[in-house]
């Protein structure tokens, strides 16, 4: 696939087959500070491994700061767990295209966090993390809402009028307290509640694709005699 972007994963499983360090890992999305985060993980060979690929793939005018890549892996394991919760709603995950860190084209150096791509629907998903309290996840969502929109426009004006573009901001919380090697268990359940939700949102969103298919089109003209 001819896109600039960090990695592009063509269906659940080729997402799940490269972030099965995740897995093996056990990785848990950590309350402490990214930098601290970034100290204690950076010699991994996953960390040098997405750090290799971003500076490889020359996505940035900027320098990669080491804290993105900790804020990567927390998303993919958000994305591992998103596509499960697809899959049990009966998508064909395999036909969704998931595409990591796009530099938009036209877009002054911006980089969207996701594409998910599937027939004639482009969602722009855009993630932030926030670690204190209400006021911040607001503030957070806020400025992270902007940006989408913004991604949204920009890729809205380069494709053709019948590809449908979305964009939705997911914020989540810390799971977990390396400190105190304790599971933040209202986070948890905060964050599945928001994966609930963006599953619901995509579901909706890519049953309405499958409805302009032509099949389907002779279907509804069946059911309407």
């Known amino acids: 696939m001819k896109i600039k972007a960090m990695y592009i994963f063509n269906g659940i499983s080729q997402l799940n087959s490269f972030t099965s360090f995740i897995e093996h890992e056990n990785w848990k999305i ?21 750090q290799t690929q971003f500076n490889k793939q020359k996505l940035s005018i900027w320098e990669l700061k080491q804290e993105e890549v900790i804020t990567w892996i927390d998303t993919l394991l958000l994305m591992r767990r998103l596509m499960i919760e697809l899959f049990k709603k009966g998508i064909n995950t395999e036909e969704i295209n998931i595409i990591m860190e796009y530099p938009l084209v036209y877009g002054n150096h911006m980089r969207s966090d996701y594409l998910l791509i599937f027939e004639r629907l482009v969602i722009i998903l855009e993630f932030g993390m926030f670690n204190q309290d209400e006021k911040r996840s607001e503030e957070r969502y806020t400025k992270k809402l902007q940006e989408s929109i913004n991604y949204r426009q920009i890729i809205g004006n380069l494709v053709d009028s019948q590809v449908k ?38 579901f909706l969103n890519i049953k309405f694709q499958e409805s302009l298919s032509a099949i389907k089109q002779l279907e509804l003209i069946e059911l309407s005699k």
């Open 30 to 50: 950590e309350k402490q500070l990214l930098k601290e985060r970034v100290e204690q993980y950076k010699e991994k060979e996953y960390f040098i491994m997405l």
């Open 165 to 202: 573009v979305v964009n939705y901001v997911m914020i989540y919380k810390p799971e977990y307290d390396r400190s105190s090697m304790t599971i933040m268990k209202d986070n948890l359940n905060y964050n599945y509640g928001e994966i609930a939700l963006l599953t619901n949102f995509i």
